[in-house]
């Protein structure tokens, strides 16, 4: 197994571990319960923390890794703006013409009256909630720094990134378990399929035929 494959190997296993975690908190509780507990675990690091985690997913991080890309991993570069269309298409499409009206959290609970605390700064959104999006932008990005890696603690490490970023849309209480679920999924599928299709089959194609 080469350097870059055991990064990618260790991320993708992470990933289906964090899914399985996800399906079992799903199954086990409510929205409100698993709401509620997050949302009673804040602190003043913790804001900040996670405030930084779900910037990570937003545009200026996949724009500089596609520049890298363009400029030093040519070959990454097409199917790494594929998979970032796919998973934005699929992820928009959901949103806006499947689920248009999935409350998000504040709004989702709004006739129970509940206190919640609210993160100091952040702007929180009423509509759209499922899937996650910057769920889905952090699986999908994440995957392809994994393939830049040279080691399992590499991969490991861009898991957690993704993973900080997943918790940190609940964290600000804009979006339930089951949307970042989801958008994992989406996000991580959409990089995994291209990445098969574009780069690894064709490879091994390669491989065979020179063998």
């Given amino acids: ?24 908190v799903l199954i086990s509780s409510t929205r409100l319960d698993q709401m509620t ?35 030093r991993k040519r070959v ?22 499947i689920f248009p009206n999935a409350l998000r959290p504040i709004a989702y609970f709004a006739n129970l009256h509940l206190s919640w605390y609210l993160v100091p700064g952040v702007d929180v959104h009423t509509q759209n909630s499922f899937p996650s999006g910057h769920t889905s932008a952090a699986w999908f990005m994440f995957f392809w720094f994994a393939l830049l890696g040279k080691s399992r603690l590499w991969g490991l490490f861009m898991a957690l990134a993704a993973i900080g970023v997943a918790y940190s849309r609940i964290y600000l209480m804009q979006h339930f378990p089951i949307d970042v679920t ?30």
């Fill in 1 to 24: 197994m080469t350097q870059s494959k055991k990064s990618l190997w260790t991320f993708s296993v992470a990933f289906m571990a964090f899914e399985c975690l996800c399906m079992v």
């Fill in 37 to 71: 507990w997050v949302n009673s675990h804040h602190a003043l690091w913790a804001d900040y923390m996670f405030r930084f985690f779900t910037s990570l997913a937003e545009v200026f991080l996949p724009i500089a890794l596609a520049i890298y890309f363009y400029n």
């Fill in 76 to 97: 990454f570069f097409v199917p790494f703006l594929t998979s970032y269309a796919v998973s934005t298409l699929i992820i928009q499409g959901i949103k806006h013409l």
């Fill in 182 to 211: 989801f958008g994992a999924g989406i996000g991580f599928l959409s990089s995994a399929l291209v990445y098969y299709f574009m780069l690894y089959k064709p490879n091994e194609n390669d491989v065979k035929h020179n063998a």
